[in-house]
DNA sequence: CGGAGGTAAGTGAATGGTCACTTACTTCTC
DNA sequence: GAGAAGTAAGTGACCATTCACTTACCTCCG
């Protein structure tokens, strides 16, 4: 689907999009300056622009990193024929989960300050991440839907969104107040929970 | 219980805040620069000056308005005993997503962007509204859990974050691929089966 | 009535700070 | 000795904020 134009990354530059992503986890997109990745790595401003040619070009890595993170995980559970459909769905939800609280929110953050910048190419590559993310969650959906005979559901598009809706919250909350209690009894209690009330599989026909 | 200390708008302060929240429905708090609200206004960046001590007064006066648009209009749903809890629930969420549509994903936009910011007031600011928000969502989850005998389901601080995460969710896809009737569904579809999916009342107990 | 004094609201031109990025030069390694 | 990787010292653009000053209006007093 999303070609692969091969990153192929020197050492240095994957440390750099490391560092920068430290950099983001901490305070967002905002916060990433050339002068704070340069201290960061542990050299000047300057030799970035050995590594990468412009800032741009460096916050665009980052997302070639969410999308490893986030959309390619999630593609690979979706692929997985031994599970079945609501099993899938509860792992996709459950990896995001994790990511968020591991990565600090980090793809919420990405998402937002992205979804407002100016630079087009940013703009479109965050599209195309979260359409990815989306188009896996529905088409598994739909797969589900297909198994049973409940057409009066919400449509799967909408379903799907709802999946997303869960981790979103979570890292919204986690960035405001942090609290691994209540946020290990989200993803015991209620990610289940939600996965069930989809009404997409059999078990509840009768 | 939020002691409102009577804001006290003078006219040119109302217009000003209402120009600057153009800017943000437009670019984030990331596009807000005094130039531009000056721009807009209509007159000098020395000129907001004179309205407001500092432009983080400023931007702190937003999220006055954020909480007169989202969470008082939602404490008085809550509030409104002529409803069930499910009706008040399910208002509440449809309450939000409108707000979403028709301010273009603010919400989530300020609390992204506060939720990265240096400046602890705005960052405390938020919290408060955020909390108060899923105070609200919770204290009628809790109230609907009573009315019924169910224990197993998740715990009501869960499902609150639950019920956050569909409009959050929404908003984000609005941003990136605004689409009128989608987001339609979702509030004909999706918002019923949501709230419905809580198990909270009557009428499934059978 | 008329002018003196006060004030709110605006202006243009600076201020110092930070930003991404560049240039000319060095240093280290194969 | 050449190229990759680093540096110090800039560049102009933009940022929030301040400054001295003007304008328009109000009020009060003889």
Redesign the pocket.
């Known amino acids: 689907m999303t070609i692969r134009t091969g990153p192929a990354r020197?050492p240095?530059q994957v440390q750099i999009l490391e560092k920068t992503l430290e950099l983001v986890r901490e305070g967002g997109l905002a916060?990433?300056?050339?002068?704070?990745?340069?201290e960061r790595?542990?050299?000047?401003?300057?030799?970035?622009?050995?590594?990468?040619?412009?800032?741009?070009?460096?916050i665009l890595g980052l997302m070639d990193l969410l999308e490893d993170m986030l959309v390619e995980p999630i593609r690979a559970i979706a692929g997985d024929g031994s599970l079945s459909v609501r099993q899938r769905l509860e792992a996709i939800v459950r990896h995001h989960t994790t990511l968020v609280r591991e990565q600090n929110s980090l793809p919420i953050l990405l998402l937002a300050e992205a979804s407002v910048s100016e630079d087009p190419a940013l703009l479109g590559r965050m599209r195309s991440i979260f359409h990815d993310y989306l188009s896996v969650l529905e088409g598994l959906v739909r797969e589900g839907q297909a198994q049973d005979e409940i057409v009066q559901a919400p449509e799967a598009d909408c379903l799907a969104l709802l999946l997303l809706g869960a981790p979103a919250a979570l890292a919204i909350r986690h960035r405001l107040f942090p609290d691994a209690r209540a946020e290990d009894r989200f993803e015991h209690s209620l990610i289940p929970h939600l996965v069930s009330s989809l009404d997409l599989n059999p078990g509840r026909k009768a």
Chains 1, 2 share one sequence.
């Open positions: 020197t240095r916060h990433v300056t050339t002068k704070r990745i340069a790595v542990g050299f000047t401003e300057a030799a970035i622009y050995r590594h990468f040619p412009t800032k741009q070009a460096l």
